[in-house]
């Protein structure tokens, strides 16, 4: 294979799914490329990565970093939006985020992430499309992709440092917009763990009578320096 095939980013076929048993789920069963092959197809337009460079920063965060450890997901985020870059048209496609967590980097998915039901795990397998919380490898691009600016990833950083963050900002409905996003993270960053609760449960309720899209950063950042006044 060339290096620039070797780059080339695939997706999973939905066909593909039926590979991924609980079994695998759990790492008793390892996928052989004969058996994703017939799976697998390239991305549209031959977009392609720097997928050298990924493998090289999965295998560092796998190696140094313990079983099941939150912190893998920030010291890998930045590498994979950077590495992986692509538009949000092409991240929008559910079969890549599928080809890489159950081809290319089951081990880093079990590494990060504990079996506790075959439900729980086959979303960090085989989520994505719309909900930015589920697939393992999706979430730290889409994450990356809203708190990124112009190169610089503090925010990121200071995002996976708080799992509270993660959880109650990018399983909400708002996630997908930028402004909304890097208010809430920047303005809550040193707050604790219940003002983040409390916070983002108000702010997301607020939104029914407020269009979202409409929201300027500045708008948004005003609301929810409102809304933390309130909560403390």
Same mark, same amino acid.
């Given at each position: 294979?060339?290096?620039?095939?070797?780059?080339?980013?695939?997706?999973?076929?939905?066909?593909?799914?039926?590979?991924?048993?609980?079994?695998?789920?759990?790492?008793?069963?390892?996928?052989?490329?004969?058996?994703?092959?017939?799976?697998?197809?390239?991305?549209?337009? @031959?977009?392609?990565?720097?997928?050298?460079?990924?493998?090289?920063?999965?295998?560092?965060?796998?190696?140094?970093? @313990?079983?099941?450890?939150?912190?893998?997901? @920030?010291?890998?985020?930045?590498? &994979?939006?950077?590495?992986?870059?692509?538009?949000?048209?092409?991240? @929008?496609?559910?079969?890549?985020?599928?080809?890489?967590? &159950?081809?290319?980097?089951?081990?880093?998915?079990?590494?990060?992430?504990?079996?506790?039901?075959?439900?729980?795990?086959?979303?960090?397998?085989?989520?994505?499309?719309?909900?930015?919380?589920?697939?393992?490898?999706?979430?730290?691009?889409?994450?990356?992709?809203?708190?990124?600016?112009?190169?610089?990833?503090?925010?990121?950083?200071?995002?996976?440092?708080?799992?509270?963050?993660?959880?109650?900002?990018?399983?909400?409905?708002?996630?997908?917009?930028?402004?909304? &996003?890097?208010?809430?993270?920047?303005?809550?960053?040193?707050?604790?763990?219940?003002?983040?609760?409390?916070?983002?449960?108000?702010?997301?309720?607020?939104?029914?009578?407020?269009?979202?899209?409409?929201?300027?950063?500045?708008?948004?950042?005003?609301?929810?320096?409102?809304?933390?006044?309130?909560?403390?």
């Amino acid at each position: 294979m060339t290096a620039s095939n070797s780059n080339r980013l695939m997706r999973l076929a939905e066909d593909g799914q039926r590979l991924v048993s609980d079994q695998f789920l759990k790492g008793d069963v390892t996928l052989t490329e004969a058996d994703v092959a017939p799976f697998v197809e390239p991305m549209p337009s @031959g977009v392609k990565a720097d997928l050298a460079s990924l493998n090289a920063a999965v295998e560092v965060v796998v190696e140094e970093h @313990g079983q099941f450890d939150t912190a893998m997901d @920030g010291a890998l985020a930045a590498d &994979v939006h950077q590495y992986l870059d692509v538009s949000r048209r092409v991240a @929008g496609d559910p079969g890549l985020w599928h080809w890489l967590a &159950v081809v290319r980097y089951p081990h880093f998915v079990r590494q990060r992430w504990e079996y506790t039901s075959e439900e729980a795990m086959r979303e960090k397998f085989l989520g994505a499309g719309s909900d930015l919380y589920s697939n393992a490898i999706h979430r730290l691009w889409w994450i990356a992709e809203l708190t990124e600016d112009d190169g610089d990833y503090s925010l990121t950083h200071e995002v996976f440092g708080n799992q509270t963050m993660v959880n109650k900002v990018f399983d909400r409905w708002f996630a997908r917009y930028q402004p909304a &996003v890097v208010a809430i993270c920047d303005e809550l960053s040193d707050e604790p763990s219940w003002v983040i609760d409390e916070t983002t449960r108000r702010f997301n309720h607020a939104l029914t009578n407020i269009q979202l899209e409409g929201l300027t950063e500045t708008e948004a950042r005003d609301l929810i320096r409102r809304i933390i006044s309130d909560v403390h």
